[in-house]
């Protein structure tokens, strides 16, 4: 008869280690002094990456979020292969994170503004984009636009998932075209870019905000270094493709930093959406 | 030789030709395809324009930084429809290729193709793309000028414009670079052509850490243009003569024409705002995935064990001491820590 502990198994997946070494500054962080501050460095200010679930509870007031589709889960395609089995890879990462794949989107309030908001999860696969996650950007879009609600996405993704092949590159158009809709109906679509935010990912929806925002010293860009390397023999500059590099560049409107988000937001939210209880002109929107 | 390569070759079979011999192991037989997409011989868009095209008058530049080679787009007669056509240029020699940096567009590419189709729509004219690129070009300038909002703005432009618009991939489809001017109502493929989210040795860097199993990673991808019907992201193939379209280029370009006009005439048909909503349902509609429908049992920490209680008992206490901790309560600290890559 198994012997039932009063503990839930999920704690096995914690790494045993208790503390983080920085890879900013080198410093050992304690692992829930580094949850207390959002999981950014408190010396350096170096942001580590974090789940989509941490990223909703960061910025949504507490209980308000309501998840949809938590059940769509990819079919493999092309029923690839490449060192395991696509459909491996799936379980693998469904098992270490307790999702079906990289995306969650529903509705919650962030500052009382009732908003559509997605966020990718670099812990699943990588956060890349294939079927479930571009139909998950794209059903976040269409239900901004049903609601009259903004759109905030949280990127942090590698890319198109190419274990999907062309059915991932296409996401990238359904998702751009759901944008497309939300942006003909006049309602505002903010793009936050995490650390990663490249390939597909970059060159759709995240690209694409009325405004983008951007996480310190995340890596955005097209090209990964990798991809680079493989395909012209040019390996990329360091320091390279960063949140500061596209926001010099004119790419990136603000470069917010993680404890700054959601009060950055509110208050973009409080001019291009205010909620009908700011004003009677809280109504006429643009477009 | 010569001949062929300008498109002037005599060959004309008058039946259609077998396809080229299939190497027996799947692997063999699209990497040969992905050979044959890449061929030097090839004919690219220029050359193609010409055969397809009565009249063709190029247009330059982006407005806002310079004319990219690897682009190229004007206003074209189609066997008596105006037309605007835009595609990949690769150049047929070592130094048309330098020039036309081997079709690997940049930006400003990206953005000549935007102000082409908005032409295209000003002027109510349907649009022509020809496919035919190893990707956008992955270089330092590229990213600096933003070749990832370029290829963005590209397609969403694609997905407005009420005009029709016809894609062609007439060899390498190669990922976003491809895409942004490959959003079309219809999708021809050209038999050899292949269509990947990557290129094969893009993704063997990645899945298989080297470059050198690029063969694998198009097998794997199912990159060929009889594949990618079967997924559905291409809708018509039209055979090549011979061993492939560079044996005889005129031919292939006389096809292209047929099937082309034909496909013009059919959107044509349709007006503007049906032709515009089949094609956002076209792209909705790509996605393989089941709906599992909600988890069964609510979030494991609602009921959580002696851990979870402790924890929650706790909770208040730690947000009096002024801890920025997790807003929701139940979320966050049951996620393992995500891993910083170093």
Same mark, same amino acid.
């Given at each position: 008869?198994?012997?039932?502990?009063?503990?839930?198994?999920?704690?096995?997946?914690?790494?045993?280690?208790?503390?983080?070494?920085?890879?900013?500054?080198?410093?050992?962080?304690?692992?829930?002094?580094?949850?207390?501050?959002?999981?950014?460095?408190?010396?350096?200010?170096?942001?580590?990456?974090?789940?989509?679930?941490?990223?909703?509870?960061?910025?949504?007031?507490?209980?308000?979020?309501?998840?949809?589709?938590?059940?769509?889960?990819?079919?493999?395609?092309?029923?690839?292969?490449?060192?395991?089995?696509?459909?491996?890879?799936?379980?693998?990462?469904?098992?270490?994170?307790?999702?079906?794949?990289?995306?969650?989107?529903?509705?919650?309030?962030?500052?009382?503004?009732?908003?559509?908001?997605?966020?990718?999860?670099?812990?699943?696969?990588?956060?890349?984009?294939?079927?479930?996650?571009?139909?998950?950007?794209?059903?976040?879009?269409?239900?901004?636009?049903?609601?009259?609600?903004?759109?905030?996405?949280?990127?942090?993704?590698?890319?198109?998932?190419?274990?999907?092949?062309?059915?991932? #590159?296409?996401?990238?158009?359904?998702?751009?075209?759901?944008?497309?809709?939300?942006?003909?109906?006049?309602?505002?679509?903010?793009?936050?870019?995490?650390?990663?935010?490249?390939?597909?990912?970059?060159?759709?929806?995240?690209?694409?905000?009325?405004?983008?925002?951007?996480?310190?010293?995340?890596?955005?860009?097209?090209?990964?270094?990798?991809?680079?390397?493989?395909?012209?023999?040019?390996?990329?500059?360091?320091?390279?493709?960063?949140?500061?590099?596209?926001?010099?560049?004119?790419?990136?409107?603000?470069?917010?930093?993680?404890?700054?988000?959601?009060?950055?937001?509110?208050?973009? #939210?409080?001019?291009?959406?205010?909620?009908?209880?700011?004003?009677?002109?809280?109504?006429?929107?643009?477009? | 030789?010569?001949?062929?390569?300008?498109?002037?070759?005599?060959?004309?079979?008058?039946?259609?030709?077998?396809?080229?011999?299939?190497?027996?192991?799947?692997?063999?037989?699209?990497?040969?395809?992905?050979?044959?997409?890449?061929?030097?011989?090839?004919?690219?868009?220029?050359?193609?324009?010409?055969?397809?095209?009565?009249?063709?008058?190029?247009?330059?530049?982006?407005?806002?930084?310079?004319?990219?080679?690897?682009?190229?787009?004007?206003?074209?007669?189609?066997?008596?429809?105006?037309?605007?056509?835009?595609?990949?240029?690769?150049?047929?020699?070592?130094?048309?290729?330098?020039?036309?940096?081997?079709?690997?567009?940049?930006?400003?590419?990206?953005?000549?193709?935007?102000?082409?189709?908005?032409?295209?729509?000003?002027?109510?004219?349907?649009?022509?793309?020809?496919?035919?690129?190893?990707?956008?070009?992955?270089?330092?300038?590229?990213?600096?000028?933003?070749?990832?909002?370029?290829?963005?703005?590209?397609?969403?432009?694609?997905?407005?414009?009420?005009?029709?618009?016809?894609?062609?991939?007439?060899?390498?489809?190669?990922?976003?670079?491809?895409?942004?001017?490959?959003?079309?109502?219809?999708?021809?493929?050209?038999?050899?052509?292949?269509?990947?989210?990557?290129?094969?040795?893009?993704?063997?860097?990645?899945?298989?850490?080297?470059?050198?199993?690029?063969?694998?990673?198009?097998?794997?991808?199912?990159?060929?243009?009889?594949?990618?019907?079967?997924?559905?992201?291409?809708?018509?193939?039209?055979?090549?003569?011979?061993?492939?379209?560079?044996?005889?280029?005129?031919?292939?370009?006389?096809?292209?024409?047929?099937?082309?006009?034909?496909?013009?005439?059919?959107?044509?048909?349709?007006?503007?705002?049906? #032709?515009?909503?089949?094609?956002?349902?076209?792209?909705?509609?790509?996605?393989?995935?089941?709906?599992?429908?909600?988890?069964?049992?609510?979030?494991?920490?609602?009921?959580?064990?002696?851990?979870?209680?402790?924890?929650?008992?706790?909770?208040?206490?730690?947000?009096?001491?002024?801890?920025?901790?997790?807003?929701?309560?139940?979320?966050?600290?049951?996620?393992?820590?995500?891993?910083?890559?170093?």
């Amino acid at each position: 008869m198994p012997i039932t502990l009063p503990f839930r198994p999920r704690r096995e997946s914690y790494p045993p280690d208790m503390w983080t070494q920085c890879p900013g500054c080198s410093e050992m962080l304690f692992n829930k002094h580094l949850d207390k501050a959002l999981r950014v460095c408190p010396s350096c200010g170096h942001h580590f990456r974090i789940s989509a679930p941490a990223r909703l509870a960061q910025l949504l007031d507490p209980g308000t979020f309501r998840e949809r589709d938590p059940g769509l889960v990819s079919r493999d395609p092309l029923g690839f292969v490449d060192s395991k089995p696509y459909t491996d890879r799936l379980v693998g990462a469904q098992t270490a994170t307790g999702r079906k794949d990289a995306a969650i989107w529903g509705f919650g309030s962030l500052a009382g503004h009732r908003i559509a908001i997605c966020a990718l999860d670099f812990t699943f696969m990588g956060g890349s984009m294939g079927s479930v996650v571009g139909e998950k950007v794209a059903r976040a879009a269409e239900g901004a636009l049903a609601e009259g609600v903004p759109l905030v996405v949280v990127s942090a993704s590698g890319g198109a998932r190419m274990q999907e092949g062309t059915l991932a #590159l296409m996401q990238l158009v359904k998702t751009i075209a759901a944008l497309g809709a939300l942006r003909a109906a006049g309602l505002p679509y903010v793009s936050v870019m995490a650390d990663p935010t490249t390939g597909g990912v970059f060159a759709s929806f995240a690209a694409l905000g009325d405004v983008n925002l951007a996480e310190p010293n995340a890596l955005i860009g097209f090209a990964g270094a990798r991809v680079s390397a493989g395909t012209i023999a040019e390996e990329l500059p360091p320091g390279f493709q960063r949140a500061e590099f596209l926001f010099e560049h004119g790419f990136v409107d603000r470069i917010v930093a993680r404890s700054e988000l959601r009060d950055e937001l509110a208050a973009l #939210l409080d001019v291009l959406a205010p909620p009908p209880a700011a004003g009677v002109d809280g109504s006429v929107r643009r477009g | 030789m010569v001949d062929r390569l300008l498109g002037r070759s005599k060959e004309r079979p008058a039946t259609p030709v077998p396809a080229p011999e299939t190497p027996a192991d799947p692997r063999d037989a699209v990497w040969a395809r992905v050979l044959l997409a890449r061929n030097a011989r090839r004919p690219h868009t220029l050359e193609l324009v010409a055969g397809i095209a009565d009249s063709f008058a190029e247009l330059h530049g982006d407005r806002l930084f310079g004319d990219d080679g690897a682009i190229v787009g004007g206003l074209a007669r189609i066997d008596g429809r105006r037309a605007v056509i835009v595609g990949h240029q690769k150049g047929s020699d070592t130094e048309e290729n330098i020039r036309r940096n081997f079709g690997m567009a940049k930006p400003e590419g990206f953005r000549k193709a935007i102000r082409l189709f908005e032409l295209a729509e000003r002027f109510g004219l349907p649009v022509v793309t020809l496919v035919d690129t190893p990707g956008a070009y992955p270089g330092a300038e590229a990213e600096e000028r933003g070749v990832a909002d370029a290829i963005a703005n590209a397609i969403m432009v694609m997905c407005r414009i009420r005009v029709p618009i016809v894609t062609v991939i007439t060899g390498e489809g190669g990922s976003g670079g491809a895409l942004a001017i490959a959003a079309g109502d219809v999708v021809v493929a050209l038999e050899n052509a292949v269509y990947s989210v990557i290129s094969p040795e893009g993704c063997a860097a990645i899945l298989w850490r080297t470059p050198e199993r690029a063969p694998d990673a198009a097998l794997a991808m199912r990159m060929s243009a009889a594949d990618q019907l079967e997924l559905g992201v291409v809708d018509r193939i039209v055979a090549e003569p011979g061993e492939g379209a560079h044996a005889d280029p005129a031919e292939t370009a006389r096809r292209l024409r047929g099937v082309i006009a034909d496909e013009l005439d059919r959107l044509a048909a349709l007006p503007p705002d049906e #032709l515009v909503a089949a094609r956002a349902t076209r792209y909705r509609a790509f996605g393989a995935f089941d709906d599992l429908g909600e988890p069964e049992a609510p979030e494991a920490a609602e009921r959580g064990g002696l851990a979870d209680r402790l924890r929650r008992a706790l909770e208040p206490v730690g947000k009096a001491m002024g801890g920025l901790g997790t807003r929701d309560g139940r979320e966050g600290r049951d996620e393992p820590p995500a891993r910083e890559e170093v």
